[in-house]
Structures are given as C-alpha cells and as structure tokens.
C-alpha cells in the first residue's frame, strides 16, 4: 500500500486568508447600512457551514490519521514477519555451527583413538612383536588363562560378577598403562555423543563401535563390568548397544556373563544370542 499524500500547508493558509478577508471585508461594506443587523443574522448560517466544514475536516483528518495507522499496522507485521525469518535463519545457522563443532570433536577424538591403537605394541617370546590390534587377541588369551584357573562358577549373577572383577582386575594391574589410556579415551568418545544435543546420536556411537575389532569388543565387556567401568561407561554401553555384532563365543562363560548386560547392549543381536546360549535367566 503506498503511503497517502498531505495536503500542502499553503493550502491552509489562503483558507485563513479567505476567511479573514471576508471577515473584515463584511464589516467595511456593512458599516454604512441599516439593514446590516438582519444581513448579520445570515451568518449564523455561515457560521454553522464553518462549524460544518470544520467537523467535515476533523472526519477526514481522523480518516487520513486511521490510513497512517493501517499502515503503519501493516509495516510492523511485516517487520514482525522479517524479524521472525531472521531468528529462524539464525537458529539454523546456530544448529548447523554446533553440529560441525560437535563433528569436528568427534572425528578428533576417534583419530586419537585409532592413534592409540596404533601406537600398541608388545615384544613375546623369541622376540615376535604383536602391533595394533593384534595385541587384543593375545591380552584375551592371558584373560582365558587367569579364568582357567577358576575350578569351579557359582550360578548366582552377583557371584559371576564378583568373579569376572576379580578376573579382569588382575589382568588390568599388568596392562593398565597400555589398556587404561585406550578406554579413557573411548569412553570420552561415547560420553561426547550422549551429552551432546546432536540428533540420531546412535549413528554416531555406531561408528565408534565399527571402529572396534571382536577382541576390542570382547575387553570392552569385561572392562565395564570392572570397577573401572561399572558406574560410568557400562551405562552407556547398555544405551547405545555398543555390544552388538559382539562374538559372545568369545566370551569367557556366555550362558553366565551374557545376563550381567540389559538386552539393550547386544542392539538387535539378543534374540539370536538368546537363542545360541539359551540364557535360563533376563538380565535386570
């Protein structure tokens, strides 16, 4: 809508011209007359014509001023409507700047993980060095060793779990300066996903996982049932099904140590490990 026009200031100003010129001109030509009191009387018809015109101007001013209002209404919607498209662009852009910075933490730590990883190395017998990975694979069979020594389980689950500590701590004493960094940094991996507000954070914890080999997995089992892990990463484990795809063959006594997790840690795989072990008992 475009903004009405006003009316010339001059035009107000030969209006108050006219009008005194009448006004002094009926006074001259009227002085000399007798019948200048009955002509007199005709102006109180004039002046109801003023009083008329005035009232008239006094509308259409209201009318003008109602105009500027409207628009003035309209102006401020639009402005309303702008701003709001503005906080909407901002937010967006606000979203899209956590979420890179998230990503780029993210993706930081998961190359100083795979950094430990490959750092890794253990010399054996005959001198043979075991790098990466690989060094799981012989960490697990110590693990298998130290269970070996056990004669005897007892069925209870807090028994099995008192025996998996006991297990694990005396292996951890050895190799907490190689193993102790690798899980500090994986369980900081995790936590940075599960405090963030990025969505679809089981996409995220799934590339952590997919960076683990079954042997990682299978440490990753027994660690957060440890005192190192319990009340913290075990949590998180259970949330984020960080033991699906796990080989639970792999695992020291299955049928026992299986039900110390919530289903919700094996992800989609519990019904078919349910089904290889025929658990007798669900987890808690």
Known sequence: MSKPSK??????IGLWLVIIFVWAGSGFWLSEKPERG???????????????????TLIYTTWLQREELALQRE??????????GQKEQLEQQSGTFELQRFESTFFSLLEAHRQIVSSMDLVGDNNRVT???????????????????????????????????????RLYDELQSEVGHYFRTLYHIVKLVNES??????????????????????????????TQGDKKFKPLVEKYALLENLPTELLLFPRLHIPLYAASAYGDDYD?????????????
């Open 7 to 12: 009316p010339s200031a001059f035009w107000l």
């Open 38 to 56: 009955t002509f007199g009387d005709m102006f109180g018809a004039i002046n109801a014509l003023f009083s008329g015109l005035a009232f008239a």
């Open 75 to 84: 102006e401020l919607a639009s402005t309303r409507e702008e701003l709001a």
């Open 131 to 169: 790098k990466s990975r690989d060094c799981f694979k012989v960490w697990y069979k110590r693990l298998k060793n130290i269970h070996a020594a056990y004669a005897f389980y007892q069925p209870e689950k807090d028994a099995a779990l008192a025996t998996v500590q006991d297990i694990y701590s």
């Open 197 to 226: 507000g990025v969505p679809n954070k089981q996409r995220y914890t799934s590339l952590a996982r997919a960076q683990l080999s079954s042997y990682e997995q299978a440490f990753l089992f027994y660690n957060c049932l440890s």
């Open 272 to 284: 078919s490990i349910w089904e290889r072990h025929e658990l007798n008992q669900l987890p808690a």
